[in-house]
């Protein structure tokens, strides 16, 4: 079987080397006398240089080990998170014979060290000075310049399975990846795979003795692929060299030894700018070392037919020769030489290739098992030619049985519920024909069962799981292929149960963006058996997720209640869901007022007003704040807020009579420009100045609504809030409102009810936040006698706002807390609703009788479950109030109903003045409020629903 060849640089393990010899710990570092043979060095977990080297405290790097190992030990390199070990090491301590000194690195799949020659790379990466009896095995270099491994003075040395990185590339070549110097002997070099760029793979300095370079590959040489000089006992066996700008095998110097079974290509489409056209050739021995060398069994693969390059194959003592057979004519070296071929691939050859079992079995160096540690068989297709009964291949690569296991083949059940009783079996084929056996692993745990393909074999899952079978077929070599079948899934009696819950993305200070949903699915039990969960969001949209815990996000396109449903569907095909109710929301923006727009309207005329004009053109703005001016009148009416492109509703924003100045605060819904329309119902012109005081939008995080149990915060009449008597004309009063009644410090606007009694001339009242100039909201206008009201919101900065009576005579001012906003906890978000009249004693509507609300008494009128309110979770609801051309003086209060009620205000009237005023009304548990008549004569009483304000979430 042909085994993957590892790509050239992934490491088993690694050295890295970055300057000169440094590492993480402190200290000098001691041998462990306790030792049990092994010495750790792991730079990615909690070491130390000073300590034993044990595996719970390894050592931090490779040079403190090399300090310290002793005969007999091992030091084991390992890196989980493939980081690279910087420092050039060198090792001066010898093993022995019976008891060698070994360095290796960490199984592949457990993670690798990476070791990087120092830039600019004057010493190696990995130096063995004046060392014997040692071994360093399944290790890579990688660096920058200069030498990889140097082996100097040293015997007993083995470098066997090490990978070296590709440096950086320059036209002369840049260092050599294993030296041997000339003092050294009994190196074997084995198994190694050098990448390209080098000046040489393999060097052997003149001196040296008993050098065996086997197994190896050498690609893209600069100067020389394996090169031995002055060399007695030199073995070169069995490499493959890839080598389109220098001699790939050469041994000068007076060497004397073997050179069989190798591979040298010219490989011309490795040329490169920096290896233009050469001429050197494939294989040289110089005169002096002619005499000591034999060359048999190897290949100059310098291509075939139109494709061979003008090149010699062979030097020999001098003489160049363009082929095998001229060489073997003029030598009698080479006899079985082979050429006139192309090798393109770093692989093992092609099936009929003339390398395969054409090698000799019995040459100096010859290993058991290839560069990939495949073993050496006999191709049952190919005709033996070689020598030996082991039937290697030429070069570095053996040819093997090709077993093909397919790939997906499915247990037959491959679902069902746990016990399953299910079957496998494979179609494994050999390309040499050879009898085939194979073993399953079925993946839980129970003894392997064994057969031959085509048979198949019955299991029975017992606990719910997927499984994973394992099939291992063998050939009659030993050559053995591991594939997977596709999994078997034993599922739970039910399937794993879905949980989906939401809530509004809110913000650490306390904002919170109303239409922004944060899902949490949790992880489900028996998560294995998932294939898949989707998550509906219910607008029309719905997302993919994985199987483990996590949040979704998801921004609403309006407000509204959508429900939001999970579906999981298992591997048996069974499916659970989990459903969800957001309650897509508003919150409120608050806004230092800015007249608008000031315009007079015609009779029964409309004025339009844009995005632009109320400052509504921003993110998910779903509704509008505004406070309107009334002033100019030809005649009494009132003004309609509806949304721009609707049916005009039949409810008012604000009152006015001929010649009276009015104002009142309302909320009205915008298109997705953020257009409105404001119509005049009287019969004659009135001048209008809007000014925006807030937004609420679904798409920006913002503040929400906290409705208070109303409670009267000034009266100068009593002196509550501090201030007792009249506050004469032009003057002000600065009220506290954050830190009293459950106004917290840290609330961002108020909503207060104010108002003006005994007033001594006629006048009106601004509320302005403290500090602040220029943000004053225009409170009621009053004449003489008269006592007037309105609900204002006001943003706060410190907590205060501040009062004015702008009459020139004195007034007592009265302010009532409805609510405030602030931080999200137990707040409420606002939805607004087409404009209804939901009350209307004249005609029944909201009481179910035609009469006026008495003197001193109380109408229930139910707000919730109609009209676009929720049934359930609504905190407050936001109406206009208005008592028309009352028969008497007095005022209204609203309120929760199932409540107290409170010693407010919130509609002042006067005989025979229209009275209308903004209220945001707490609600009652029952979804109620109560308006009370606190004048001495029955009234009318109209109430216009504009939205509501509910908890998050509803349902």
Known sequence: MRRPRPAVGVPVAVLVVAGMVSGWGTGEATADAESAGTLYV??????????????????????????????????????????????????????????PITFTGAPLGVGGSRAVLAWPGSAPALTLKAVHDVHVESLTVAYDDGDGVAVTASEGVTLDRLTYNRPVLSASGTGTAVTVDGTSSDVTVSRNWIADGYAYGVRVEAGAARVTATTNVVTTPRQGGIAVSGTTGADVTSNTVFTPCATGISLDGGSAGVVENNVVASAAARQSATCPAPTAPLYAVSADSAGGVTGDYNVAANGVGSSARPRAEYSWAGASYATTAALRDATGQGTHDIDGLNVLSLAA??????????????????????????????????????????????GAFERHDIIAVPNGDYPSPATGVAPLVTSFKTGATSSWGEPLTYSFDFGDGSAPATGTPGDPVAHSYTTPGRYNARITVTDADGTSRTGYENAAVAGTAVPPTASLSGAADTTNDGQVNAGYARFTIPKPADAWEIAYRTLTYGDGSQENLAVDAQQAEHQYPAPGTYTATLTQTDLLGRTTTAKTAFHAADAFVPMTPEYDTEKTIPAHGVLKLSAATLQANSNGVDAAQLQIVTSEAKASGSLTLYTAGTTRPGTSSINFEAGRTATNEATVKVTPTGSVDLYNGSSGPVTVEVATVGLHSHAQFARTYHPATPVRLLDTRTGTGGITGPVAGGHSVTLSVAGTHGVPTGADAVVLNVAATTTKGSGHLTVSTHGISGSDVTGPYWTTGQTASDQVMVPLVDGKVV??????????????????????????????????????????????RIAKLGAHATLKLKVTGAHGVPASGVRAVDLNLTVPTPSGSGYLVAYADGTSRPGVHSVDFTAGHTAANGALVKVGADGEIALYNAGSTSVDVYADLLGDYAVHPVG
């Open 42 to 99: 792991n730079h990615d977990v909690a070491c130390s240089d000073s300590g034993a080297g044990t595996q719970d405290v390894p050592f931090c790097t490779v040079q403190a080990a090399a300090d310290v190992v002793e005969p007999g030990q091992t030091v084991r390199i390992e890196s989980p998170n493939n980081n690279p070990y910087s420092g050039s090491v060198t090792l001066t301590r010898s093993g022995t014979k019976d008891a």
């Open 349 to 394: 050859p092609s099936e009929h290739s003339p390398l395969i079992d054409s090698a000799d079995a019995d040459a100096p160096g010859e290993l058991s098992a290839d560069i990939q540690e495949a073993p050496r068989v006999d191709d049952r297709l190919v005709a033996d030619t070689g020598t030996g009964t082991t039937h290697p291949d030429r």
């Open 803 to 848: 009062l004015h009576n702008t009459s020139r005579s004195s007034a007592n001012l009265v302010a009532d807390l409805v609510g405030w906003y602030g931080p999200t906890a137990n707040g409420a978000e606002y939805q607004p609703v087409t404009p209804a009249r939901i009350l209307n004693t004249r005609t029944g509507t909201g009481s179910g």
